[in-house]
């Protein structure tokens, strides 16, 4: 059973950090794409962040140079480092893997970035 679980989220003021991690079981990231992804209340969910290992790295214009995607290959764990966190980032983030054929999503991390 292939299984995504985002942790991290939680509250912090504008200007501040957090990392979010994904864990997950029962595929392999080394060879798949992953990526996360927001979704603000009323809003679509956009994509954050994604590797795609073979490609470029792709990040929404947003978040460009404030936030990193990175794998840890050995834990099968994918991160989001976010910093100089904004009021407008507040959302759920979703961690997500794509193979040839399927994409999984976790159930969500809350980030909630107060002024």
């Known amino acids: 059973q292939v299984q995504l679980v985002e942790s991290g989220g939680g509250l912090v003021q504008a200007g501040g950090s957090l990392r979010l991690s994904c864990a997950v079981s029962?595929?392999?990231?080394?060879?798949?794409?992953m990526g996360w992804y927001r979704q603000a209340p009323g809003k679509q969910r956009e994509l954050v962040a994604q590797?795609?290992?073979?490609?470029?790295?792709v990040y929404a214009d947003s978040v460009k140079g404030r936030f990193t995607i990175s794998r840890d290959n050995g834990k099968n764990t994918v991160d989001l480092q976010m910093n100089s966190l904004k009021p407008e980032d507040t959302a759920v983030y979703y961690c997500?893997?794509?193979?040839?054929?399927?994409?999984?999503w976790g159930q969500g991390t809350q980030v909630t970035v107060s002024s």
């Open positions: 997500n893997l794509g193979t040839r054929f399927n994409v999984y």
């Open positions: 029962g595929i392999t990231i080394s060879t798949n794409a």
């Open positions: 590797d795609t290992l073979g490609g470029p790295t």
